[in-house]
């Protein structure tokens, strides 16, 4: 038969036929081998397994750290309250002994002028004491970081502490409330004390209250007693160029004092 494929010889051995291979299978061969090839030429790629893990981790320090942070805000926000200093304090008088005739003859102590309304004041007063200390006193919400990091540059580049990045409401729950120490804790509780004030008042009324409280030089606290001490009369009836006098006294009070530069 035709289909037999194996057959005897003379001498009775059995011969095998090779066996045929066709060319289609050849071919699937060789596609293989060069597909292995060029997938092992091919840059191995991180697994995702090691990215999720890498990225959980970060999300776990995270979680961590804003935990860690909580809970020192909330230890020292605890502690102000305990302590009482969620009270603003009245200011504490002076002493001014007068002759007959009116004539100050001695003088002991702080002295503050009567509460000035904001309504009150010439705009350019509460606008020039803004531009010399916090030009965004009315975007923030009781912190600049804006300004903060501007000054982390300048005193980096300095090298020495040569500009401030508090904001006008800082300023504020420091005079208010805090000794002038230079702690990490204390800068922590002005923090604190800043969110406070603008979560209770309005920033006209922080305004005021800064107005009416800060130091202005020779022994004058708020806008009213500097405008009495240097120019002889009331706030609300002070120039612009004597408004910018002032709002310039805010940087250095004691060292920049018209009173250092009178005549004897």
């Given at each position: 038969?035709?289909?037999?494929?194996?057959?005897k010889?003379s001498?009775?051995k059995?011969r095998?036929?090779?066996?045929?291979?066709?060319g289609?299978?050849?071919?699937a061969k060789?596609?293989?081998?060069?597909r292995?090839?060029r997938t092992s030429?091919?840059?191995v790629r991180?697994?995702?397994?090691?990215?999720a893990?890498?990225?959980?981790?970060?999300l776990?320090?995270?979680?961590?750290?804003?935990?860690?942070l909580?809970?020192?805000?909330g230890?020292?926000w605890?502690?102000?309250?305990?302590n009482?200093?969620l009270?603003?304090?009245?200011?504490e008088?002076?002493?001014?002994?007068?002759?007959a005739d009116?004539?100050?003859?001695?003088e002991?102590?702080?002295?503050n002028?009567?509460?000035?309304?904001l309504s009150e004041?010439?705009?350019y007063?509460?606008?020039?004491?803004?531009?010399?200390e916090?030009r965004?006193f009315?975007?923030?919400?009781?912190?600049d970081?804006?300004?903060l990091?501007?000054?982390?540059?300048?005193n980096?580049?300095?090298g020495?502490?040569?500009?401030?990045?508090?904001?006008?409401?800082?300023?504020?729950?420091?005079?208010?409330f805090?000794?002038p120490?230079?702690?990490l804790e204390?800068?922590?509780q002005e923090?604190?004390l800043?969110?406070?004030?603008?979560?209770k008042?309005?920033k006209?009324a922080?305004?005021?209250?800064?107005?009416?409280?800060?130091y202005f030089?020779?022994g004058a606290y708020?806008?009213?007693?500097?405008?009495?001490?240097?120019?002889n009369?009331?706030a609300r009836?002070?120039?612009?160029?004597?408004?910018?006098l002032?709002?310039?006294?805010?940087k250095?009070?004691?060292?920049?004092s018209?009173?250092?530069?009178a005549?004897?």
């Amino acid at each position: 038969m035709g289909s037999v494929r194996s057959s005897k010889t003379s001498r009775g051995k059995q011969r095998v036929e090779p066996k045929l291979f066709s060319g289609r299978s050849r071919s699937a061969k060789a596609s293989k081998t060069s597909r292995i090839s060029r997938t092992s030429t091919r840059p191995v790629r991180p697994r995702r397994g090691f990215v999720a893990s890498l990225l959980r981790k970060v999300l776990l320090l995270g979680a961590f750290g804003a935990f860690g942070l909580a809970a020192v805000f909330g230890y020292i926000w605890l502690s102000l309250n305990e302590n009482g200093l969620l009270t603003i304090p009245d200011r504490e008088p002076g002493v001014l002994v007068l002759a007959a005739d009116g004539t100050v003859l001695a003088e002991q102590g702080a002295f503050n002028g009567d509460e000035a309304r904001l309504s009150e004041l010439p705009s350019y007063v509460p606008n020039a004491v803004i531009a010399i200390e916090d030009r965004r006193f009315y975007g923030h919400f009781g912190v600049d970081p804006i300004g903060l990091a501007r000054a982390i540059y300048v005193n980096y580049r300095a090298g020495r502490l040569v500009q401030g990045g508090s904001t006008l409401t800082q300023q504020l729950a420091k005079n208010l409330f805090l000794k002038p120490d230079r702690t990490l804790e204390r800068k922590v509780q002005e923090l604190l004390l800043a969110f406070w004030l603008e979560h209770k008042y309005s920033k006209d009324a922080i305004l005021e209250m800064y107005l009416n409280r800060v130091y202005f030089g020779s022994g004058a606290y708020g806008v009213e007693a500097a405008s009495r001490r240097y120019f002889n009369k009331p706030a609300r009836d002070v120039t612009l160029a004597e408004a910018a006098l002032l709002a310039g006294l805010l940087k250095a009070p004691t060292r920049l004092s018209p009173a250092r530069f009178a005549p004897p």
